[in-house]
Nanobody, 116 residues
């Protein structure tokens, strides 16, 4: 069974940066289109960025120009570089498949807290 493990979260001041990683483990598993999602307290989980196997990316408007998604297919790892962070970016961040692909089991996520 595929396991997704997110890491790299933390506490940062507004305007700061964080780099998240998502490692997928599971024999013979190759990542399809992947996405980073986030869930703030009291809100639904939302998709913020996607990347295809061919590295085509897309972003939602709130993070466009500040976040960069990337991947290393040889390591089955997806990354999210977050710059110019805002308090409203505070959430638990998760990775999972996206687009036409069904969800895998969710990992534990990684907490990102941005102080004002």
């Amino acid at each position: 069974q595929v396991q997704l493990v997110e890491s790299g979260g933390g506490l940062v001041q507004a305007g700061g940066s964080l780099s998240l990683s998502c490692a997928a483990s599971g024999s013979r598993f190759s990542l399809n289109t992947m996405g980073w999602y986030r869930q703030a307290p009291g809100k639904q989980r939302e998709l913020v960025a996607t990347i295809t196997r061919g590295a085509r990316t897309s972003y939602t408007d709130p993070v466009k120009g500040r976040f960069t998604i990337s991947r290393d297919n040889t390591k089955n790892t997806v990354y999210l570089q977050m710059n110019r962070l805002k308090p409203e970016d505070t959430a638990v961040y998760y990775c999972n498949q996206a687009g036409q692909y069904s969800f895998l089991s969710w990992g534990q996520g990684t907490q990102v807290t941005v102080s004002s």
